[in-house]
């Protein structure tokens, strides 16, 4: 059987990472961009082709990806003018790997569907460099039967494939995962700050809170870094701001209210408006240490 021709939209490290297995795979892939003009070059002399627009990939492609930074851009790839909806057709699917607002993907998805198309969220787990390999975490969520039409491709992207139930599902799951990994992030963060501020040795700190069950993977990302001087997490403060600003937004339009969150959006908040943006997530020891007393 021939393979599913692929149109790609976000050629960012991870698009194109995920672009580059693809076409290694064997996939004819169509590919966007936006400012950055690298990664379709490489998709290009790879034996890619580029759409004029998304409304142009999404005519000539049976299954469009998205792996772009926030809700705002996928919308706008979407539902701008020329974008993907207006070139969506039946029984084409559609899949969000970015992490979005579940409110957002469901609105999105029932658009889709007035057009016979199928869309999926499908957020990742991992960096760039396991989706060179194929060994991305993809929690995808949506329609059964197109999660099953779609899964020989996400096997090629990832390791670890999970479908997680309706559309949204994954979205959901992705932005409590990431609330409950940066608010971990900024205790330990914190708990390092304390330490030097009360002149305790981080070694010493390190070895009682991880003898314990407060050993976490986010707690050695953060002392590999704190200790080490090791960048083991590449997730800037910047995407943790927002991801955690979404899952407060996604209580909110629940009706709840989340107690937790507050600290780790606050303390994220408070890094960027001092000129912090753009440094990753266990640098926040740095910061916290100059800042603890004000």
Known sequence: MSKPSIGFIGLGLMGRAMVECLQGAGYQVSVLGNRDRSGVEEALARGGSEAASARALAETSDIVMLCVGTSEQVESRIFGEDGVLAGARASQIVIDFGTSLPGSTKRIGAELAGKGATYLDAPL??????????KLNIMCAGDEAAYAQVKPVLDVLGENVFHLGPLGAGHTIKLINNFFAM??????????????????????????????????????????????????????????????????????????????????????????????????????????????KG
């Open 125 to 134: 787990g991992r960096t760039p460099a396991h989706a060179k390999e194929g």
């Open 183 to 292: 608010t971990t992030a900024m205790a330990m963060a914190e708990a390092f700050a304390m330490g030097d501020a009360a002149g305790v040795p981080r070694d010493k700190l390190y070895g009682v809170l991880a003898a314990g069950p407060n050993h976490s993977g986010m707690m050695d990302f953060v002392k590999s870094w704190a200790m080490d001087g090791k960048l083991d997490l590449a997730f800037s403060v910047d995407n943790a701001a927002k991801d955690v600003g979404y899952y407060r937004a996604m209580a909110e339009e629940l009706g709840a209210r989340s107690r937790m969150s507050g600290c780790a959006s606050e303390t994220l908040a408070e890094v960027l408006q001092n000129g912090f943006a753009g440094h990753m997530v266990p640098e926040m020891v740095d910061y916290l240490s100059k800042h603890l």
